[in-house]
């Protein structure tokens, strides 16, 4: 059984220390992994950073530093974020480092040897924030359509790679493979405003900085970002000169990628790989920008606060299920401080948190710790088990479609549906007759039963708490495997659990 599973996000620019639109790419691509891993996939898991370019060495000079001094200093910032964020990547890649610098000159060789790589000159209207060439029609207001600045007409010998050549096997390959690109609306929109008006040759090489890697045989040229950028996704797993993770993990099983980069993960990107020969990525998903007062959060504009502030204020998960339950997957959504708190509360602290705590403090006090299903069911009971029961499968099969923000609903309508089941079995009263006692357990064994059920599903979405309530129910962890295994007796212990979440002040 192939059963391996290789995830990306995009290579950032270290330009400036991230923000929550990075975090939200990496929490969700975190998410989709840790899942993968539960469910017994060998994960390959890879984000990095694409280092090279003018910005960056503009930024750099701004600062009196080497450029690599300057992206060093972002990337252990970064480095460390990721590690407060819980994101369990495999591995980092950075495109300065010397195996990726090395396989990048090897490939453009051999574009080069094929003849999809040749050279010519290049004019074109260049926005130096962005890095992007644009052609005059699609300015706005004769400025960058990305950043709104000013672009300046530039002209230079550079070399090219024949995207033309491949339209037609782009668009067969479309055909073919409906669910290359989610969601649908953007394939549609790649097809009818890109391929079929027609494909340009691309310019990848640069005679106008030189913080690059150079062409080999060609040494004033340093390679243009995308020839760069796109191929850490291989070069990392040793191509083209090392295949034993290439043979084991490629072709990539998703790319996820914001909205405004799916054009070259989908087009220049499957173009660069059938020049290569070499299969193309399962699956790119393309999704919405976090947006603050109605503008895209950016480096450029400022309008972010460092996303530490944030966990350090909330907790890690509170940030990581906001990224992953406020927005549908594929849409833009607002980012704010305010909302991150409101979603907290409501969820976090008054669905989870709320139940675990009740739940366990009722089987210290009722049972002294220990609750076995003495199986007194009620109806009231079966749809609680019902749903109980079906969640893996209903979490499974919106994972498969990437409705992320869905799986999360799903897990927290159980959870819901076990706070409702307390306020209609009223325990507290059953507690008062001694009768009622077998029954009284019954109701905590359900309850705790679908606390371990969810929580054994929550683990790929906001782990460190999961791992808290792994420990107040005093249960190992468990995967996707055994996560229906029965238990016998739920051993609490009589330790009164931590609070999981504490209620934010909302003004
Ligand atoms: O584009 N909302 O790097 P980049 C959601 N180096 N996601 C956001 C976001 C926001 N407001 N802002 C950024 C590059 N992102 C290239 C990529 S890949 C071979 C090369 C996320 O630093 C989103 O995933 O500009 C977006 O695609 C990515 O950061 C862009 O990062």
Redesign the pocket.
């Known amino acids: 059984m192939n059963n391996k599973f290789y995830i990306t996000t ?4 270290p330009s400036a220390e991230f923000h929550i ?2 975090c ?2 990496t929490i969700i691509a975190d998410a989709i992994a840790r899942y993968k891993r539960l469910a017994g996939y060998d994960v390959f898991f890879q984000t990095g950073t ?1 280092e090279h370019g003018l910005k960056i060495e503009n930024k750099a000079k701004e600062k009196g530093v080497t450029p690599k001094e300057y992206v060093d200093k972002i990337i252990a910032d970064a480095k460390d974020l990721w590690e407060q964020l819980g994101i369990s990547y495999d591995f980092f890649i950075r495109t300065t480092d010397e195996f990726h610098v090395k396989r990048v000159q090897e490939i453009f060789k051999k574009l080069y040897d094929k003849g999809d790589i040749y050279k010519g000159e290049y004019q074109g209207l260049y926005c130096v924030p962005c890095e992007s060439f644009w052609t005059s029609s699609q300015l706005i207001d004769g400025k960058c359509p990305d950043c709104g600045r000013e672009v300046g007409l530039v002209k230079e010998e550079a070399y090219f790679f024949k995207l033309s050549k491949y339209q037609q096997k782009l668009e067969e390959f479309y055909e073919k493979n409906p669910d290359f690109i989610l969601p649908v609306s953007r394939r549609n929109e790649m097809l009818n405003n890109f391929i079929r008006p027609g494909l340009e040759d691309l310019c990848v090489s640069r005679t106008s900085f030189t913080w690059g890697i150079p062409v080999s045989f060609d040494e004033k040229h340093v390679i243009y970002v995308w020839i760069d ?2 191929t ?1 996704y291989i070069t990392s797993l040793g191509y083209p000169d090392n295949d034993e993770l290439f043979k084991k993990y490629w072709p990539a099983d998703l790319h996820l ?2 909205k ?2 799916v054009r070259f993960h989908t087009i220049i990107w499957p173009a660069i790989l059938m020049a290569l020969d070499i299969p193309l990525p399962k699956q790119v998903f393309g999704h919405g ?2 947006i603050i007062d109605g503008g ?2 950016s480096k450029s504009k400022g309008n972010y606060k460092d996303p530490r502030e944030y966990i350090n204020a909330y907790g890690v998960d509170a940030v990581r299920y906001f990224a992953l339950r406020e927005v549908p997957f594929g849409s833009d959504g607002n980012f704010s401080e305010k909302a991150l708190i409101t979603r907290t509360n409501a969820d976090l602290c008054n669905i989870l948190g709320n139940l675990v705590s009740r739940t366990i403090q009722m089987g210290i006090k009722y049972f002294s710790g220990n609750i076995k299903n003495k199986k007194v069911t009620e109806s009231i009971d079966i749809d609680l088990i019902d749903t109980k029961n079906r969640l893996k499968s209903e979490v499974d099969q919106k994972m498969r479609e990437l409705k992320i923000n869905e799986a999360l609903e799903i897990i927290f309508e159980l959870l819901r549906k076990c706070n409702k089941y307390i306020d209609d079995t009223t325990p507290w009263i059953l507690a008062k007759d001694e009768t009622k006692l077998n029954r009284l357990e019954t109701i905590i064994y359900n309850l705790l039963d679908a606390i371990l059920v969810s929580t054994t599903l929550l683990q790929a979405f906001i782990p460190s708490t999961s791992e808290k309530i792994f420990a107040s129910l005093n249960i190992n962890k468990r995967d996707f495997n055994n996560i229906y295994d029965e238990v016998e007796v739920f051993a609490l212990g009589n330790e009164k659990p931590a609070n999981l979440f504490e209620r934010i002040k909302e003004d």
């Open positions: 995009p290579i950032y620019y639109g990075h939200y790419t694409d950028a796109l850490n990628v914001g405004e980069i920008w976090l895209k959060i």
